[in-house]
């Protein structure tokens, strides 16, 4: 026997309706299919992020504001403060010669190669020039006399105000040129040498610290420090 089957779909259903169903007429069988629609997905928008502006950065500014933690000590005032304070000198502040571990370093060879070529350039004997520092310090930039002479040339500072004796190429241009000086006025570097060694006023008659050429160089002056010197420097 042959069965025409018809389907005839109800009404559109949802996802969540019951099976649709096919009229039946007679004696066929009521048949029902299940066709799940498809669903529709909604998504959430993705939030949209707003673009926040930074704050402008502000400029530097001193810190001006009172210092709290600061104390002065009872019986001074602000007005003593600021006098103090005015006392200082605008020049900068300079290492003690005593503050060893801040001293720089110097390369001894190129101490002495300066030493030969301020010589040259005050037209006085490079070569015994040297031998004059060496005999006054022996190229130590940091080197102190109990007498207080500074440095690598061995410059009195209250005698010298002129030049920094802590700096070495200052003190041996400065020595350099001293020397000249000495040899052009007193004729020969025997002499020049006393008057850097023991001061000029030995050589100078009618000065309160003369004494004879012969009394410098013998013993009896300064245990005879001077007539060393001399002989170190000019070997004879």
């Known amino acids: ?4 089957l018809v389907f005839v779909l109800a009404d559109q259903a949802s996802a969540n309706d019951t099976p649709s169903c096919a009229a039946t007429t007679g004696f066929i069988p009521k048949l029902c299919i299940d066709l799940p629609l498809a669903t529709t997905v909604t998504q959430d928008p993705q939030p949209v992020l707003a673009l926040v502006a930074r704050p402008a950065a502000k400029p530097w500014q001193p810190d001006i504001a009172p210092r709290t933690d600061v104390a002065i000590e009872p019986g001074a005032s602000d007005k003593d403060v600021a006098t103090v304070a005015a006392s200082f000198s605008l020049e900068p502040e300079r290492a003690q ?3 060893r571990a801040m001293e720089r370093v110097f390369d001894t060879n ?5 030493a030969w070529s301020a010589a040259i350039r005050q037209g006085i004997d490079p070569n015994l020039f040297v031998r004059q520092i060496t005999a006054e310090s022996d190229f130590d930039p ?3 006399s109990k ?5 690598i040339a061995q410059i009195m500072p209250e005698l010298h105000p002129a030049v920094d004796p802590t700096d070495p190429y200052a003190s041996l241009d400065y020595a350099a040129r001293l020397m000249r000086g000495y040899i052009n006025h007193y004729g020969d570097w025997r002499r020049a040498l006393i008057a850097y060694n023991a001061g000029p006023g030995r050589l100078e008659p009618g000065n309160r610290y003369y004494l004879p050429q012969a009394t410098i160089l013998s013993n009896a002056f300064a245990g005879g420090e001077t007539m060393r ?3 170190r420097i000019l070997g004879r």
């Open 97 to 99: 010669p005593e503050a």
């Open 147 to 151: 007498a207080g002479a500074v440095g």
């Open 1 to 4: 026997m042959l069965f025409s």
């Open 142 to 144: 940091h080197a102190h």
């Open 229 to 231: 010197y001399v002989a």
């Open 110 to 114: 190129d101490l002495r190669s300066y």
